[in-house]
C-alpha cells in the first residue's frame, strides 16, 4: 500500500512497533518481579493485551488494492488505491499493478517458479538477508543481557535493568532509520551500521579479553565502558539491519512470488534465531571474549555482501523492481535475458532493460 517514496520508512514501522513491544515486555518484566509471589503470572496475563488488540485489529484491517485486484475486484481496488494515495490519477500504477496480478494469476507453483534463474536474485537475499541479521549476534545480546551482565558483576537487578536498557535503545535508533531510509537509501543504512556494529563488537571483546576472566570482575570505570559499546551496537543493529532485514526482502518480490519469497525469509530468520539460541551459552563458553569477535566476523562478511551484491532499492516501484536485478552488473549475468516477438515476422529479439 505504500507509496515508493514513503515505502521504506512506513516499513519499518514494523520493526519499530516489535522494539517498542520488546521494551514493554522488559518493563513489565521489571516492575511485575517486585511484586511477591504471583507477579510471574501478572506478567504473563498483560500478554492476553496485545492479543486482544491484534484480534480487534484483523477485524478493522482493509484489503489492499493489489489484493482485490488479484481476486478480481478491479473496481473495489482502484477505489482503495485512490484513496489511499490521495488522488484519482493512479492509472499508471493501476494498470501496473493490473499486469502484475496478471502474471501472478498464471503462475500456479510459486515455489517452484522462485527457483528459476530470473527469479534467482531475489531468492538469494531471502535466504542471506534474515541470515545475516541474525548472525550480527544480536538475538544473543537481547536474550541473554542478563546472563552477559551478570557473569561480569552486574546484580540481578542490574542485569534486568540492562535489559530494559538496550530495549530503549534499540527502539529509539528504529526512529533514526525510519527518518532516514528514504532520503539515504537502504545500502548506506546497511554498511553505516555494518561498520558501527563491528567496531563495537571489537572495543567489546579487547576489553573483555584484557580486563575479564580468571576470577577477574570487571572494574566500574571499564563495566560502564562495556555497557556504553554494547549500547553502541544496539543502535547501529536498531537503525540499520533490525528493520532492513525485514524491508529490502519484502520490496524486491515480483507479485507472483511474493508470498513464497517472504515465507523463505521469515523461515530463514526463524531458523537461525533457534540455531543461535541454542548454541550462544556453548559458543559463550567456548570462545569467551572471542564469542564477539565471531559475530564481528559474520557482520564483516554481510558488509562486503551488500557493497557489492545488493543495488539500491530506494523509490523504486515494487512492480518495476525486476529491472532492478537486470541493470547490476552481477545479476543480469545471471537473468536470462528479455526476448521480444515481433508480429509481422515473428523473429524473436533481445531487449536491453
Known amino acids: 500500500m505504500a507509496p515508493a517514496h514513503l515505502r521504506g520508512g512506513l516499513n519499518m514501522m514494523f520493526q519499530l512497533a516489535t522494539t ?6 522488559n518493563m513489565i518484566n521489571y516492575g511485575t518481579e517486585k511484586i511477591k509471589p504471583s507477579g510471574w503470572r501478572l506478567s504473563l496475563g498483560l500478554a492476553a493485551v496485545p492479543a486482544l488488540l491484534m484480534t480487534v485489529g484483523g477485524f478493522l484491517l482493509p484489503e489492499t488494492p493489489n489484493s ?25 500504477e ?18 517452484r517458479n522462485i527457483l528459476e534463474p530470473r527469479n534467482r536474485p531475489q531468492l538469494v537475499m531471502a535466504i542471506f538477508m534474515p541470515m545475516f541479521q541474525i548472525l550480527t ?31 530503549a535503545v534499540l527502539a529509539l535508533s528504529t526512529l533514526v532509520s525510519i ?21 563495537c563488537q ?71 534465531t533457534f540455531v543461535i539460541a541454542q548454541a550462544f551459552l556453548s559458543l559463550l563458553c567456548t570462545f569467551k571474549f572471542g564469542i564477539f569477535l565471531f559475530f564481528a ?10 557493497f557489492i551484491f545488493l543495488p539500491e532499492t530506494k523509490g523504486i516501484p515494487i512492480e518495476e523492481m525486476v529491472l532492478l536485478w537486470r541493470k547490476h552488473w552481477f545479476w543480469k549475468k545471471i537473468m536470462p535475458p528479455i526476448l521480444v516477438t515481433d508480429e509481422d515476422s515473428g523473429k524473436s529479439s533481445v531487449v536491453d532493460a
Open 94 to 111: 493501476f494498470q501496473d499493478m493490473i499486469e502484475a496480478s496478471e502474471l501472478a494469476n498464471s503462475i500456479k507453483h510459486p515455489f
Open 137 to 167: 549476534g544480536i538475538n544473543s545480546i537481547l536474550f541473554y543481557a542478563p546472563v552477559l551482565f551478570q557473569s561480569m558483576g552486574f546484580g540481578g537487578h542490574a542485569s534486568l535493568y540492562s535489559s530494559v536498557l538496550t530495549g
Open 297 to 306: 566476523g559474520w557482520i564483516t562478511i554481510m558488509t562486503i555482501f551488500v
Open 202 to 272: 571489537i572495543i567489546v571483546a579487547i576489553i573483555l579479553g584484557l580486563k575479564f576472566g580468571n576470577d577477574r570482575e570487571l572494574s566500574k570505570d571499564y563495566s560502564i565502558l562495556v555497557v556504553f559499546a554494547i549500547c553502541l551496537f544496539v543502535a547501529a543493529f536498531g537503525w540499520s539491519w533490525g528493520p532492513l532485514g525485514w524491508t529490502v526482502p519484502s520490496e524486491i518480490f515480483p507479485l507472483e512470488t511474493r508470498s513464497a519469497g517472504q515465507s523463505i525469509t521469515v523461515s530463514v530468520n526463524l531458523f537461525f
Open 179 to 199: 527518518a532516514t531510509v528514504d532520503k539515504w537509501g537502504r545500502r548506506a543504512l546497511l554498511i553505516g551500521g555494518g561498520i558501527q556494529m563491528i567496531i
Open 68 to 92: 482485490l485486484i488479484e481476486q478480481g475486484l478491479k473496481v473495489e481496488g482502484r477505489i482503495v488505491l485512490e484513496r489511499i494515495r490521495g488522488t484519482r490519477d493512479v492509472d499508471a
Open 20 to 25: 517498542l513491544g520488546v521494551f514493554t515486555a
